[in-house]
């Protein structure tokens, strides 16, 4: 008997034609994180699951109810990562790289969550990151921020607000606190029991609470603005005029806390916010990141301060797609073979061509014109032309442009089968990737 499976709920299989989106946001990833002095880190998709609750905090969302722990068969307590900072930590100072002054790291990869899952929110999803360690200084933070600004400028996601916060330093955070607390506690009893607990545990969480009905309470609550302590405030001044130098605009939201217990100063969000209505929910929320200073330390290394951030991949290939600017990589040529030996000599040159980097198909199946035509459309090739006698004894291919109507007088080239590579790379030369309209 044979048995059905599907994929593990919330879970994605990712293929053509969005995966090229996807290729898409990696390559220029990857170009310019390199640029930009970050180079690539990979660590393993598990980790020491006591690595996660020291680092991430026990108390948070992640670790209290989103992690995928099990034990292994040698009965340690093993986590597929829920994020990538703590494993990046625990890399760098397991490397020794806490002895250069200056790291500066990117990575990209799959992150398991497991969430509520609803459009941008999945248990596995993928996370494009940099992290910068060492330099204090407030222009590493506002480069990190810089970087991703970037990013997102040179993928064309319009309308991206950069939401900017100081929590302070660690020793700020008490006082904080205790106010926030005072503010909170006489209307802790007509609280969900899920704010409830959010009280005892992270009262701080309680600021990005979903509860429309918590919502005039937090915004009466005390800021942290108000308790963070100079040295902080003089380094968040910083970090504004740079932005502002940088032509980075960005708007305070004292009530931008973060979900990760071991944020210090700088903290910051990228959230898609449209003109009107169709944003995306919290689906719009890209990037987030910020300062910690002291996780380093805190994962046994030296006193290594530290910056970086976190985009949602899957979020941004949505909203490329909904942009209409879903990327996609088509044939150059499409080559119809005729039976027998014009066949061979037609798949050498495919081979040839292909060989030379140019993206040419064929139907293996060969068969009536006509199909082959229909093929030639179905993979969205750009050109065709057909591989006959005529062709093949006078070296000449006329070449048909599939974009263009019948009537077009461009519809229709001759191209010398000497000259075919040269074309075919001035084609893609003009239009690498297309963009669907
Ligand atoms: P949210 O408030 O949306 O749950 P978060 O604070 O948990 O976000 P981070 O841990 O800061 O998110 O992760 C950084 C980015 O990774 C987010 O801004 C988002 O774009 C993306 N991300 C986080 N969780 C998911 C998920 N379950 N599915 C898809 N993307 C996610
Ligand atoms: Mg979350």
Partial sequence: MSQKFAAVKGMNDLFAPRIETWQYLERTARELFSTWGYSEIRTPIVEDTALFVRSVGEVTDIVSK????????????????PENT???????????????????????????????????????FYQLGAEAYGPADASQDAENIALA?????????????????????????????????AHFAPHVATFSEASKETFERNTMRLLDTKEEAL??????????????????????????????????????????????????????????????????????????????????????GPDKPAVGFAMGLDRLEILLDALGKRQERRPLLFIATMDGELKVAAIKLVTDLRNQGLAVDFDPRGGKIKRQVERASAVKARHFVVYGQAEHETRSFKIKNMDLPDSDPNKEVTVPLDGLAGWLLNVSKAAPVTTTP
């Fill in 215 to 300: 919502k005039p309470l937090v915004d009466s609550a005390p800021s942290i603005g108000d308790f963070i302590g100079d040295a902080a405030r003089a380094h968040f001044e910083e970090v504004k005029a740079l932005l502002t130098a940088m032509g980075i605009p960005f708007t305070l939201d004292p009530r931008l806390v973060r979900g990760l217990d071991y944020y210090t100063r700088t903290t910051f969000e990228f959230i898609y916010e449209p003109e009107g209505e169709n944003s995306l929910g919290t689906a719009g929320t890209v990037c987030g990141g910020g300062r910690y200073d002291n996780l380093v330390k805190e994962l046994g």
């Fill in 66 to 81: 989103e992690m995928y722990t099990f034990d292994d068969k040698g009965g340690r307590s093993i986590t597929m990562r």
């Fill in 86 to 124: 703590a494993p990046a930590v625990r890399a760098y100072i397991e490397n020794g790289f806490a002895q250069q002054p200056v790291t500066r790291w990117y990575y990209l990869g799959p992150m398991f969550r497991y969430e509520r899952m609803k459009t941008g929110r999945y248990r596995q």
């Fill in 149 to 181: 600004w970037s990013y997102l400028k040179a993928i064309g996601v319009p309308h991206v607000k950069l939401h900017l916060n100081s929590l302070g330093d660690a020793g700020d955070r008490p006082k904080y606190l205790e106010a926030l607390k």
